[in-house]
C-alpha cells in the first residue's frame, strides 16, 4: 500500500515535470536580474526564493480566479538556469494534470504584476516574464499643458513691458509739451539767436543773418 | 540718454557709453550661428587645422571689412542708405541690398527663436517631453514614429515643427508655432520701443549672459565622463585637410558671415557714435572677440557630445551584454562593461555559431562621436538628448535655451537696426509719427511674413532662406562697399576721415588689405561659392516616416517653382544696385541737359551772374 502511494506520488511528479518543459505551450519563461536591479543589496538566488516565488503566484491565481484553492504544489517550475530564468506551468487546484490556460495565467499574472514585483524588490524590467508585455505607464498629462503657463508668465511680463515703456514714453512728452509752452515765452529771444549760430549742415550759413555786428561799420 | 549738443537740427540718437556700443556690435556679430556652426566645421574639417584657414580669413578678410563699415558708419553718421547716398548717388543701391536682405534675415531668424522659446518653455516640466516616446493610440506601444527614430527626434520633427514629408505640401498653421512666434516678436519690440536708448540697456544683459552660461557649461561638461574624448576628438588636427579648397572657402565664409558685416546694422551702431571715436580698437575687438566666443563656444559643446557619444556607447556594450547574457543564462552581471571585450573573444572562440546567432549591435565609439550635427539638428536634437543624461536635466535645458535665446536676441537687434535706421534716414515716413511706431509696424510686417515657416513646411522653407538669402546677396554687397569706399570714395579721403576720427593714418596692413587682399578675397570667395552652389544638384532632406530608409532623411529635388523662389530671393536683394545706379544716371543726365542751376538753396541767379561777371572782368 504504502509502495503503491510512493509510485503514485513519483509517477505524479514525474508527470507534472512532463507538463513542465521549455517552449510549454501553457508555460511562461520568467527571468531574473537580481544584480542589475539591486546591486549590493542582492541576495541569493534558492530554494526558499523559488518556494517564495510559487507562493506569490499562487496567491495571483487565487485572487484572480475568485478564491480557488491554488496551492504552491500547482505552480510548477523546470529548466533553472544560473541566470536566474527558469520556464512555468500552472496545474488546476483539483486536477494536477490539467493545465491552466496561457491567457489565463497571463491575465493573473498581469492583475497581481505589482504585488509579485514588490514580493522580490524588484521592478517589471528585472523581474521579466517572457510573452506578457510590462503594463505602460502612460506619462502624466495635466489639463493644461504645463507649457502654456510658462508662456502664459512670460507673455505676461513682456506685455505688461511694452504698456509700462508706452505710457512712460506719452507721459514724458506731454510733460516736455507743458515745460516747452511754458518756457517759450522767456526763451524766445535768445534762442533765435542759437538756433542762427547753430551747426546747420542742410542749409548754407548765410552771413547777411549774422548776429556778430549788431552796429554795422562804415 | 544723450541728445547732440545742438538741440536745432541734429536729433540722432548716441550711445550712453562706449561699452553699451561695443556689447551692442559684439552682440549683434556673436549670434547662434558661433554655437552651432563653428563647431560643427571645426569637427568635419579636422579640428585645431581648421583654425589655419578661419584665422588667415579673420585677419585678411574679417578684420578689414568690419572696421571699414564701422569708420564709414561713425564718419558720414547715417545709416546704410544715407551713407552711401553720401558717397555717390549711384551707389544709394547697395544700402537698399543691405536694408532688403537685413528684412529678409529678420523674418527668418527669429523663427529660430521661437523654436528656442518652445524648448524653453517645455524645458520646465519634469521629465523632460524629449525624454520619452509618447504612447500609441490604443495604448498597447510606444509610438511606432517614435520609436523607429529617437524621442529627440520625435519631439522636434513630430511635436514642434509637424512637419510635413516634402516642401509641396504645406499643411497648416500650427497654433503653437505662431504663438511662439508671437512672444518672440513682442520681446524684441519691447527692447525697440526706444530705440537704442532701450536696447543699449537690455544688450547689457544678452551680451553678456551667454558668456556666463557658456563658463557655467564649461565648467560642467568638463566634468562629465568622456569629456575629454570628445575635446581630443574636436581639437585633433588633421592636417591633410588643408589641401583641400572647400575648407578654405568655408573658412572663409564662416567668418563673413559669424561678423555680420554688410547688414548694414553695424554702421546704423556705429553712426551713433561721437565723431572722434577710435573705431579701429573697436574693429579689432569685436572681431577678435567674435572668434574667441567661437572656440570658447566649441569646448564644452564638444565636451558635451563627447560625454553623449560616451553613454550612447556605453548602452550599446549593455545592450550586447544583456543578449548574450540572456541567451547564455549566465548569471546576471558575470558578463560587465570592462570584461565584455574578453567575454566575447571567449565566446567566439567556444561557440561562434551561437554568438554569431544573437543579435549584437556593433558598438563603435567612433562612429558615435561622428553623429555629429549642425544648426537646428545640434540644438534641438544632439544637444536636448545629450542634456537629458546629464543628472538636474532641467536646469541645464533651461540654461542652455535661454542661451540661445539672449544669443540670438543680440543678433537679432543689429538685423532690425539695418532695417530702422535707414527708413529713418530717407525720412520715409513723416516726422510727427514716433520711432517706436515705425518699429512696432516693422514687427508686425515681419511677423506676418514669417508666418509662413509656421507652417508644416516651414523648416524646409527656414533651410532655403538661411542658405540663399544670408549667403550670396551679401557677398556681392561687401563686395561693392569696399569697392565704394576705396576706389569711388578715394583711399586718400577715407584716410583723413579716418585720421580725423582717430588721431592717426591707418597704416599699411590696412591699406593693402582695403585696396587688394580683401577685395580679392571676395571675389574668389563669392565666384567659387556661386560656382560651387550652381554645380551642387538642389536637394533637400526631408523628415519621411514613409520613407523605406526612416529614421534617415530622405533627399528630395527642389520642384522648380521652388528653384524659381530660390533664384528670386537670391537676385531681389541685389537688383537695386543697378537699378538705382542706372536711375541716378538717367535722372542726373536729365537734369544736367536742363538748367544749369546750382543745387544749394540760398543761391539765386543774381549771385550767380555776378560771379561769372567777376570772372570775365578778372579776365
Known amino acids: 500500500m504504502l509502495g503503491q502511494i510512493f509510485v503514485l506520488l513519483c509517477l505524479s511528479s ?51 480566479s475568485g478564491g480557488q484553492d491554488y496551492n504552491v504544489s500547482n505552480i510548477v517550475v523546470c529548466a533553472e538556469t544560473p541566470r536566474v530564468s527558469f520556464w512555468f506551468v500552472v496545474t488546476a487546484p483539483l486536477n494536477s494534470s490539467r493545465l491552466i490556460d496561457r491567457s489565463d495565467v497571463e491575465e493573473a499574472v498581469r492583475k497581481s504584476r505589482n504585488r509579485i514585483n514588490s514580493a522580490f524588490l524588484l521592478t517589471d524590467r528585472s523581474l521579466e516574464f517572457i510573452g506578457i508585455p510590462p503594463i505602460l505607464t502612460a506619462p502624466v498629462t495635466p489639463d493644461t499643458p504645463q507649457w502654456l503657463i510658462v508662456f502664459g508668465v512670460v507673455m505676461g511680463a513682456v506685455g505688461a513691458g511694452i504698456v509700462v515703456l508706452l505710457v512712460t514714453s506719452v507721459v514724458e512728452k506731454k510733460r516736455k509739451k507743458n515745460k ?39 | 540718454m544723450g541728445k547732440a549738443e545742438d538741440s536745432g537740427v541734429e536729433e540722432r540718437p548716441q550711445w550712453d557709453n562706449k561699452v553699451q556700443y ?62 552711401w547716398n553720401s558717397i555717390s548717388p549711384l551707389l544709394g543701391g547697395v544700402g537698399i541690398a543691405s536694408m532688403l536682405v537685413s528684412l529678409l534675415v529678420c523674418m527668418f531668424y527669429n523663427t529660430l527663436l521661437a523654436w528656442v522659446l518652445w524648448y524653453l ?10 525624454s520619452q516616446c509618447p504612447l500609441n493610440d490604443n495604448l498597447t506601444g510606444y509610438n511606432t514614429e517614435c520609436v523607429k527614430s529617437t524621442p529627440a527626434n520625435y519631439f522636434w520633427y513630430r511635436e514642434t515643427l509637424n512637419i510635413t514629408p516634402d516642401i509641396e505640401t504645406s499643411g497648416s498653421l500650427h497654433w503653437w508655432l505662431v504663438i511662439c512666434l508671437a512672444s518672440a516678436w513682442c520681446v524684441v519690440y519691447v527692447c525697440f520701443i526706444k530705440g537704442i ?89 569685436v572681431g577678435v572677440i567674435n572668434s574667441a566666443t567661437s572656440l570658447y563656444g566649441a569646448i564644452p559643446i564638444f565636451s558635451i557630445l563627447g560625454f553623449k557619444a560616451n553613454t550612447a556607447y556605453n548602452s550599446c556594450v549593455k545592450e550586447n551584454i544583456l543578449a548574450l547574457t540572456n541567451h547564455f543564462e549566465f548569471s546576471d552581471q558575470n558578463i560587465t562593461a570592462e570584461n565584455y571585450d574578453h567575454w566575447l573573444e571567449y565566446l567566439n572562440r567556444t561557440s561562434p555559431g551561437e554568438v554569431a546567432g544573437v543579435d549584437l549591435r556593433l558598438c563603435d565609439l567612433q562612429t558615435f562621436l561622428d553623429q555629429s550635427a549642425s544648426g537646428t539638428g545640434l540644438a534641438f536634437i544632439v544637444f536636448s538628448e ?50 517706436g511706431l515705425v518699429a512696432a509696424v516693422i514687427c508686425l510686417i515681419a511677423f506676418l511674413m514669417a508666418l509662413i515657416f509656421t507652417m508644416g513646411s516651414g523648416n524646409y522653407w527656414v533651410e532655403i532662406f538661411n542658405s540663399y538669402v544670408g549667403s550670396v546677396p551679401l557677398l556681392i554687397v561687401a563686395f561693392f562697399e569696399i569697392i565704394a569706399v576705396i576706389y569711388i570714395y578715394g583711399m586718400k579721403n577715407f584716410s583723413e576721415d579716418i585720421y580725423f576720427m582717430t588721431g592717426k593714418k591707418p597704416n599699411i596692413f590696412w591699406k ?108
Open chain 1, 14 to 64: 514525474a508527470w507534472a515535470q512532463q507538463l513542465c518543459m521549455p517552449e510549454a505551450s501553457d508555460g511562461y519563461k520568467v527571468r531574473l536580474s537580481i544584480n542589475t536591479a539591486l546591486g549590493d543589496q542582492a541576495y541569493v538566488w534558492n530554494e526558499n526564493e523559488m518556494f517564495l516565488f510559487r507562493a506569490t503566484l499562487a496567491f495571483a491565481m487565487r485572487s484572480y
Open chain 1, 180 to 218: 516747452k509752452s511754458g518756457d517759450e515765452d522767456i526763451e524766445e529771444e535768445p534762442r533765435e539767436k542759437t538756433e542762427g549760430n547753430g551747426f546747420a549742415r542742410d542749409g548754407v550759413y548765410n552771413m547777411s543773418f549774422s548776429d556778430d555786428d549788431p552796429v554795422t561799420q562804415m
Open chain 2, 22 to 83: 561695443l556689447l551692442t556690435c559684439i552682440g549683434f556679430a556673436v549670434g547662434i550661428g558661433n554655437v552651432w556652426r563653428f563647431p560643427y566645421l571645426c569637427q568635419i574639417y579636422g579640428g585645431g587645422a581648421f583654425l589655419i584657414p578661419y584665422l588667415i580669413a579673420l585677419v585678411f578678410e574679417g578684420l578689414p571689412l568690419l572696421y571699414l563699415e564701422l569708420a564709414i558708419g561713425q564718419r558720414f553718421r547715417m545709416g546704410s542708405i544715407g551713407v
Open chain 2, 121 to 130: 518653455f517645455h524645458s520646465f516640466q519634469n521629465p523632460l517631453p524629449w
Open chain 2, 197 to 285: 536708448e532701450s536696447m543699449g540697456k537690455v544688450v547689457y544683459v544678452t551680451a553678456i549672459f551667454p558668456y556666463l552660461v557658456l563658463t557655467i557649461f564649461l565648467i560642467r561638461a568638463l566634468t562629465l565622463p568622456g569629456a575629454t574624448v570628445g575635446l581630443v576628438y574636436l581639437f585633433t588636427p588633421d592636417w591633410e585637410i588643408l589641401k583641400n579648397p572647400q575648407v578654405w572657402l568655408d573658412a572663409a565664409t564662416q567668418i563673413f558671415f559669424s561678423l555680420s558685416v554688410a547688414f548694414g546694422g553695424l554702421i546704423a551702431f556705429s553712426s551713433y557714435n561721437p565723431e572722434r571715436n577710435n573705431c579701429e580698437m573697436d574693429a579689432i575687438l
Open chain 2, 386 to 435: 545629450a542634456v537629458v543624461s546629464m543628472p538636474g536635466a532641467q536646469i541645464w535645458a533651461i540654461l542652455f535655451f535661454t542661451m540661445l535665446f539672449s544669443l540670438g536676441l543680440s543678433s537679432m537687434f543689429g538685423n532690425l537696426e539695418g532695417v530702422l535706421a535707414p527708413i529713418k534716414d530717407l525720412k520715409l515716413v513723416p516726422t510727427w509719427i514716433p520711432d
Open chain 2, 512 to 619: 593693402a588689405c582695403w585696396m587688394v587682399i580683401s577685395p580679392l578675397m571676395l571675389l574668389v570667395v563669392l565666384i567659387t561659392y556661386v560656382v560651387v552652389q550652381a554645380q551642387k544638384h538642389p536637394t533637400y532632406p526631408t523628415w519621411n516616416p514613409a520613407y523605406e530608409l526612416f529614421p534617415k532623411t530622405e533627399l528630395k529635388p527642389y520642384p522648380d517653382w521652388v528653384f524659381a523662389i530660390i533664384i528670386l530671393l537670391s537676385v531681389i536683394p541685389v537688383l537695386p544696385i543697378p537699378l538705382v545706379a542706372l536711375y541716378q544716371l538717367i535722372c542726373c543726365r536729365m537734369k544736367k541737359s536742363s538748367a544749369h542751376t546750382d543745387l544749394s538753396p540760398s543761391c539765386n541767379d543774381g549771385f550767380e551772374v555776378e560771379t561769372q561777371q567777376q570772372t570775365n572782368q578778372r579776365a
